[in-house]
Every structure is written in structure tokens, then in C-alpha cells.
């Protein structure tokens, strides 16, 4: 699988579940390199293009944990459903398309990345993790500088060094906290006797005071089962931030 994206000068992705910048020079760019081939997305991906349809003349692979029917899209409910779809395709000919939760899940898992990287700041609600600071990822091209639009860009591409098959249930963790907007969470998770950690803090976790109990009960049980699945020895998660104690929740097995 390929990583296809268009980023700011901050690696930002979106904003109000749109793209940050109209240049018409990358969707082109986007639409020679994608058509004839598959595109896998995140189902909020697939709501902001125009009428919620699936790209023409593409296979789209939508992930949601609920079932879509639009005419043109297979839906897969879960990761697992979804990398056995995937692994249908020649790898070569399938794009990870976004959005920035499944660039956070599945970037590891893309042999390389095709990255339009944007010389401003978009005011981004949605990040995604620098290329350049991850480890195992390499930048072998650069195109030159263009314009479009009054916006000033390069085309790159990253190489992986080192490509995961699948997802860890850590990268499914921290995407599943940043989307609940929970204040912060610890986790240890032990996969194949490396120990790992994570604290997705409350300025990195898109924190709404409106999305309480529920959605914390819901991450928890989310982390329980991926710690479950990873054959865990412990797993510690709180939510609330200081000035917040009523949301406060622990769970330790
Ligand atoms: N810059 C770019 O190149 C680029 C490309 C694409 C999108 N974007 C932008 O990115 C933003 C959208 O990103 P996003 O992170 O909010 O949304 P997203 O990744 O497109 O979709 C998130 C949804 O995908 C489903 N999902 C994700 N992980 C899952 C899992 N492990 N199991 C089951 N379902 C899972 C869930 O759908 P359900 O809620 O239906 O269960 C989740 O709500 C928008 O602003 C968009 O314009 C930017």
C-alpha cells in the first residue's frame, strides 16, 4: 500500500472536515495517480467529497464501524476485515487517501508516501505525524518548487524502511483516543515482549468537554480489548484533566 497526502507546513491535513487549501495542480496530480487503482479511506473522508460518493473510475475501500451502502463503496467494519481486503490488491496499486486517523493507523503499513507538502499554515484541526521525525521513514524526492493557486508547494516522496503488515494495536489506540477527546491517556501495552508506551496528552487529543462518559466508556473498552488482543499485562487509563475529576475513570488488569 501507497500513502497519498497533501499537507501544511505543519503536517496539518484538514480542517472542519475539509482540506485546508484548494490547489487544483495537486488534485490533478491526486486524480493521475489514483485512477485505475484502489483508495482506502476513513468513512468522514469519504462524507466530504462532493454528495458523500465514492471516487469515479477508483475501488474505495471505506473503514467504519458501521455499515455503509452506497452504491460503489465496500464498506469494511473493522481493521482486520480491512487488511483482508486490501490484501486482495496488487500492493502497488492501493492508496491510503486518509483521513487523518487512518493516515495515524496505517501509515506504517504503506511502502511509500506521496506527500504534497504546502508552504503555509492552514489553521489544521487535523495533524498527522512528520514523516521526517518517524522512524523507519526516509525522504528520496523533492520535486521543484511550484505554484498554484497563490499557494507555494513541493511533491515529495518518503520511502519505509520499514513496513509493518499490520497495524499495531498502539496505533489503533492513540487514533481511538484522539478521536474521543479524551484529556489524556497512559497505556503500556506489551506486543511480542516489547513493552510501549503512550501518553496522548489533552493538547494533542481534539478535546471536547461535550463528549463525556459515554465515548470515555467506549475508549476504554476499545483499550481493554486491543490490550486483551496484544496479550497485555497492564493497562492504566485515565481521562479528566485536573480541574476535571467527575469524568475521571481508571481501569488496571
Ligand atoms: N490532506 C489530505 O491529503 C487529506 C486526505 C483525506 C482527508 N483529509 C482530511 O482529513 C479530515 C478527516 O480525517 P478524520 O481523521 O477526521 O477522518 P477519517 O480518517 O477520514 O475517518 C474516520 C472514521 O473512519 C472510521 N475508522 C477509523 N479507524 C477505524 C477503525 N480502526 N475501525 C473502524 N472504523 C474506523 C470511523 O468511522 P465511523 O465513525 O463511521 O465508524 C472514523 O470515525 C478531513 O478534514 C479531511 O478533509 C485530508
Redesign the pocket.
Known sequence: MRMI???DSRWG???E???LFYIPADMRFFKETTTGNVVV?????LR?FPRQQPLKDRVNIV????EIDTPGVICC???DDLMEEISRYDPDSVFL??????YD?LMDCCTDALITRVDAVGDAD?EIQSLDDREGWELVEVSEPMEDNGFRFVFTRYVNHNVRENPTPLD?LI?EAE?SGVQAAVGVIDVDGNAEAVEVTAEEAAVDPEKEAAEIADLLAAVQAMGQAAGADAIEVSSGGEDDDETEEDSTW
Open positions: 497526502c497533501v499537507v491535513v484538514g480542517r472536515e475539509a482540506l479511506m476513513g468513512s468522514n473522508t466530504s473503514l467504519s464501524e458501521t467494519t473493522s481493521m487517501i486518509g483521513g487523518a486517523s487512518m493507523q487535523r489503533t487514533a478521536e
